[in-house]
């Protein structure tokens, strides 16, 4: 059964910590990507990776950081800098960069 | 800067009614362009998407979309909108980096 996997899907932390979201794909694609939806403002990217070990920022990467040690896993770390952390996380993968991308069911981040 | 904008971001109908929600993107490049769509509850997913040829693309449940280039837009229509199609649709340009509109929330009424 195909697809990217999110887990987990409900996280809460406390103000101050660190915390790695998970997104695995087993779809062999080479391009992941990390978004933040809130209300109204749709996806914004966070990163994106094109290969292994190679990542770029996005639009709001400032507070996040990303590894991309293997081609179906793209963990995205919230840092204590992030000053706005609570929000729902969606992690997508496409064959390459620039194709349609297909989405996991995502994480709801809330921190206390 | 590249960016997508949707100019709708609620939009109410009654069954049967005709829909059409605005895209429009800024980029000066070659761009593939995207409707992706998310139903309550679920992951989004592709409604439909222009990569080159035919500027009117036909996707999932009798949606199509028409890219006007010399307008920079790509405005997706339904003659028929059903309950079913209640959800947020999302214009996207897979440019890298890739780009989103801030979303269209659909309400159908029956």
Redesign the interface.
Known sequence: DGGITQSPKYLFRKEGQNVTLSCEQNLNHDAMYWYRQDPGQGLRLIYYSQIVNDFQKGDIAEGYSVSREKKESFPLTVTSAQKNPTAFYLCASSIKGGDEQFFGPGTRLTVL | AQSVS?HN?HVILSEAASLELGCNYSYGGTV?L?W?VQYPGQ????LL?YFSGDPLVKGIKGFEAEFIKSKFSFNLRKPSVQWSDTAEY?C?V??????????TKLNVKP
Request: hydrophobic share 35%; proline share 9%.
């Open positions: 949707q971001h593939n995207f992706y992951h989004l997913q592709l998407k999302f996207a897979n440019a890298l980096p890739p780009q989103f509109g801030s979303g």
